[in-house]
């Protein structure tokens, strides 16, 4: 079975820091998609990345980076000179195939403090 | 850009009663999907459908629950007799065709309150 583990429940940082959001996952198979949420306190879901298995680039966009090691089964996301913007819950998801079902992890609450 | 809709954006609803939320998908695609969302917790998969009938569904996705897409546009999530229990978010999602690069697209939520 398919699982996404993020330890993190909760991390408060002060604004400029950077900071590492974990992500765990598991599957057996050999093709999948690893995707990671922004859920601002507005409730919707603003999708940051999709990462395919055979992908295995560390990806930047802009403060936002990526590292995904398959050796380790993370996929771990980083925030750079954090803003009290970024302030949000931010899932790690995992997908089979483009059709399946998304399983997502249980979130980490960022805190940006000014 | 193109986007999912979802109508209402909130609805409050006695224990009991029955309730149809709404979402109108990107329309050149082809699968559908509601997810779940208890404050506070993580996003779960409901139903998957395509091609006119369910493809997947969890275990939350009992008797209660049922979903249709009545016309070109529409794709609606039925609850038959709302529990307390199902307070929540709920996200309907679409995708096209698998291509590698497409990925679900998630409407902004319908917030179900149940008294």
């Known amino acids: 079975a398919q699982k996404v583990t993020q330890a993190q429940t909760e991390i408060s940082v002060v604004e400029k820091e950077d900071v590492t959001l974990d992500c765990v996952y598991e599957?057996?198979?050999?093709?999948?998609?690893l995707f990671w949420y922004k859920q601002p306190p507005s409730g919707e879901l603003v999708f940051l990345i999709r990462?395919?298995?055979?992908?295995?680039q560390n990806e930047i966009s802009g403060r936002y980076s990526w590292n995904f090691q398959k050796s380790t089964s993370s996929f771990n996301f980083t925030i750079t000179a954090s803003q009290v913007v970024d302030s949000a819950v931010y899932f790690c998801?995992?997908?089979?195939?483009?059709?399946?079902?998304?399983?997502f992890g249980k979130g980490t609450r960022l805190h940006i403090l000014p | 850009e193109p986007e999912v809709t979802q109508t209402p954006s909130h609805q409050v609803t006695q224990m009991g009663q029955e309730v149809i939320l709404r979402c109108v998908p990107i329309?050149?695609?082809?699968?559908f999907y509601w997810y779940r969302q208890i404050l506070g917790q993580k996003v779960e998969f409901l139903v998957s459908?395509?091609?006119?009938?369910?493809?997947?569904k969890s275990e939350i996705f009992d008797d209660q629950f049922s979903v249709e897409r009545p016309d070109g546009s529409n794709f609606t999530l039925k609850i038959r007799s709302t529990k307390l229990e199902d307070s929540a978010m709920y996200f309907c999602?679409?995708?096209?065709?698998?291509?590698?690069?497409?990925?679900?697209?998630f409407g902004p939520g319908t917030r179900l309150t149940v008294l």
């Open positions: 329309s050149n695609h082809l699968y």
């Open positions: 999602a679409s995708s096209p065709p698998g291509q590698i690069s497409d990925t679900q697209y």
């Open positions: 998801a995992l997908t089979l195939r483009e059709d399946d079902k998304i399983i």
């Open positions: 599957t057996r198979d050999t093709t999948y998609y």
């Open positions: 459908f395509y091609n006119n009938e369910i493809s997947e």
């Open positions: 990462r395919n298995s055979f992908d295995e």
